[in-house]
């Protein structure tokens, strides 16, 4: 986009190949917060059955404590579902011990990758996310189901339009501790 015109966008926009392929190099964003492992998802990736995969993502900054990701962890193992996961490094410790062993076969856990670049892949059939607004906005252009996880500030508001007024997926209400 920035070789068409002298102009740049203010807010997230997704680039023109995932919505209407008029500019065919304008394919990512330009920048990406942290070193994505592209390589090792594609990869991964491209063996996989068309909407056979939960892409699990919370963003640049959510998170979740040691037994929210306990919770998601083994939710995910036993679905039985293929997933990839973004953890970032500062949340690896976080978790279960031999969680990574123990779902190898089924599972990919990255630092990071290219979200466009996956979600606009066919084996993508769920997206779990914070629903911070780029996520959000890059799974609705490219018709990908939701569950929405929303952590904070914009992320609430943006979980309730994608499950009561989009129409494209659901939220996960927040268990109460104590």
């Not at 892949?121 to 914070?130: A, E, L, N, R």
Request: proline share 6%; hydrophobic share 40%; glycine share 8%.
């Amino acid at each position: 986009m920035k070789g068409q015109w002298p102009v740049r966008p203010i807010g997230p926009t997704v680039p023109s190949m995932y919505l209407d392929k008029r500019v065919q190099d304008d394919t990512d964003y330009g920048l990406n917060v942290f070193k994505p492992m592209a390589e090792a998802c594609t990869k991964w990736l491209k063996g996989k059955a068309s909407k056979s995969v939960v892409y699990v993502s919370f963003g640049s900054l959510a998170s979740l404590d040691a037994e929210g990701m306990a919770e998601l962890a083994w939710g995910l193992k036993m679905t039985g579902k293929y997933f990839l996961w973004v953890v970032r490094a500062s949340e690896e410790s976080k978790l279960p011990k031999d969680f990574i062993n123990e779902t190898s076969e089924k599972g990919l856990i990255v630092s990071w990758c290219p979200q466009l670049e996956v979600l606009a892949g066919k084996s993508i059939g769920c997206f779990v996310t914070h629903c911070g607004w780029n996520s959000t906005l890059e799974a609705l252009s490219l018709g990908v189901p939701m569950v929405g996880m929303p952590q904070w500030t914009d992320q609430p508001t943006n979980a309730k339009y994608v499950t009561d007024v989009w129409k494209m997926g659901s939220k996960l209400n927040q268990m109460r501790r104590g």
